[in-house]
Nanobody, 117 residues
């Protein structure tokens, strides 16, 4: 299983970005697809999760209402639409997959998101 995250960049506060995570080698270990982030000097934190079956997604409180996770099964890609971005959303964003919710076996390389004026 390989996960390839992309779509990061520099955006002003209040702006939007869409991250993509291309998943190759789908297997039982890619049942759940997650986004995490890690800001400088902080621990990696959970952002959102969705399953390939399209079950109800879960979000961290800090992004609820602003971020939307989705998946395109035909393209084997998971997306994170980020709106109303804040300076505190600045971080390296990672996608991760696992065989069940709250289990993480495979990690992508990360994509940098910088929110700054």
């Amino acid at each position: 299983v390989q996960l390839q995250a992309s779509g990061g960049g520099l955006v002003q506060p209040g702006g939007s970005l869409r991250l993509s995570c291309a998943v190759s080698g789908r297997s039982s270990s890619t049942y759940a697809l997650n986004w995490f982030r890690q800001a400088p000097g902080k621990e990696r934190e959970f952002v959102a999760v969705i399953t390939w079956s399209g079950g109800v997604p879960y979000y961290a409180d800090s992004v609820q209402g602003r971020f939307t996770i989705s998946r395109d099964k035909a393209k084997s890609t998971v997306y994170l639409q980020m709106n109303a971005l804040k300076v505190e959303d600045t971080a390296v964003y990672y996608c991760a997959s696992g065989p069940r919710l709250w289990s993480y076996e495979n990690w992508g390389q990360g994509t940098q998101v910088t929110v700054s004026s």
